[in-house]
């Protein structure tokens, strides 16, 4: 059992930088991946950015050169870090666990990004 908990949603302006964090705990795989997906209203469910235990990241075509993933082992938390802000990159954004010892994900309730005027 995984429980995720997200922050770091808001409001913020076209360009700006927002920085979410997703704080993983329970049982904690040493072989794991974790990240964010997102989803806008009308539009599909989508890969933002994700980072294995050994560190290897993998980025959605939009948002590369703009936001960076990391996570801190020691405390089971992957943060993303987000600058140049559009509008299209609103929608919630949803942490993810992957466990890839016994092939379970997990997932956050969501936190939602508005870049607005």
């Known amino acids: 059992q995984v429980q995720l908990v997200e922050s770091g949603g808001g409001l913020v302006q076209p360009g700006g930088s927002l920085r979410l964090s997703c704080a993983a705990s329970g049982s904690i795989s040493s072989l794991n991946a974790m990240g964010w997906n997102r989803q806008a209203p009308g539009k599909q469910r989508e890969l933002v950015a994700s980072?294995?235990?050994?560190?290897?990241?993998n980025y959605a075509e939009s948002v590369k050169g703009r936001f960076t993933i990391s996570r801190d082992n020691a405390k089971n938390t992957v943060y993303l870090q987000m600058n140049s802000l559009k509008p299209e990159d609103s929608a919630v954004y949803y942490c993810?666990?992957?466990?890839?010892?016994?092939?379970?994900?997990?997932w956050g309730k969501g936190t939602l990004v508005t870049v607005s005027s």
């Open positions: 993810h666990y992957t466990d890839y010892a016994r092939v379970m994900a997990y």
């Open positions: 980072i294995t235990s050994g560190g290897v990241t």
